[in-house]
């Protein structure tokens, strides 16, 4: 499968062609950030002599921030909520298990059940921010202070109800709900 690195004419496009596979341009600041951290790691992998390079690290360090920020993925462990800023390393658990890079856009895509043969079109902006549209329950409202725990809860339950009933996920109101996560096995396990 061949990769495309900009959005080719009618002409040229390809079911053998993997779009959206780019990545976000980073400083040599966030290369040393990320050639530091380990798979499964976060900032607190970073040397001193570079978060003392940072203002935003010197402050993550004074607080204890959270442990997703600038995290590296692992292999052997579950991905993090693809949010719209998957572009920036020290906005969540999104740099690449293996490279020192972040993930790219059809890695992202990947992770959140999007088939290869989905395509984002627009800006790079817009394309990051069509990432997140995925969601069916956005978690992040409790952080916001928009809902407490117990009314998020509250939307988390109803909202398995409607989808056991028989409400569309987003994912297949979008075309591809034949890919979600399926959270059980059909038939015997053994």
Same mark, same amino acid.
């Given at each position: 499968?061949?990769?495309?690195? *900009?959005? #080719?004419?009618?002409?040229?496009? *390809?079911?053998?062609? !993997?779009? /959206? @596979?780019?990545? =976000?341009?980073?400083?040599? !600041?966030? +290369? ?7 798979? %499964? ?12 390079? *940072? =203002? &935003? !690290? ?7 921030? &959270?442990?997703?920020?600038?995290? &590296?993925?692992?292999?052997? !462990? ?10 920036? #390393?020290? /906005?969540?658990?999104?740099? @690449? ?10 890695? =992202? ?5 999007? #088939? ?6 627009? *800006?790079?902006?817009?394309?990051? $921010?069509? +990432? =997140? $549209?995925?969601?069916?329950? /956005? ?5 916001? %202070?928009? +809902? ?9 339950? @109803? ?18 709900? /034949?890919?979600?996560?399926? #959270? ?5 396990? +053994?």
């Amino acid at each position: 499968m061949g990769i495309v690195s *900009s959005e #080719p004419s009618d002409e040229q496009i *390809s079911e053998d062609l !993997l779009y /959206n @596979h780019v990545c =976000a341009k980073l400083s040599e !600041l966030d +290369m040393q950030v990320i050639r530091s951290v380990r798979p %499964g790691g976060n900032w607190k992998d970073i040397p001193s002599s570079i978060i003392q390079k *940072s =203002a &935003r !690290l010197r402050q993550i360090q004074a607080s204890g921030g &959270r442990t997703t920020y600038y995290g &590296r993925l692992s292999k052997n !462990l579950p991905s993090y909520t693809i949010n719209t800023y998957f572009n920036r #390393p020290g /906005n969540g658990t999104f740099i @690449h298990p293996e490279q020192d890079r972040l993930i790219s856009m059809r890695e =992202a895509a990947r992770l959140q059940s999007f #088939p290869d043969s989905y395509r984002f079109l627009g *800006s790079t902006t817009s394309m990051y $921010k069509q +990432m =997140a $549209k995925d969601m069916d329950i /956005n978690c992040g409202a409790i952080i916001d %202070g928009d +809902m407490t725990i117990s009314e998020m809860g509250e939307l988390i339950f @109803h909202t398995i109800l409607e989808t056991a009933s028989g409400k569309k996920t987003k994912s297949e109101v979008l075309g591809f709900g /034949n890919h979600e996560f399926v #959270p059980w096995h059909i038939g015997a396990v +053994m």
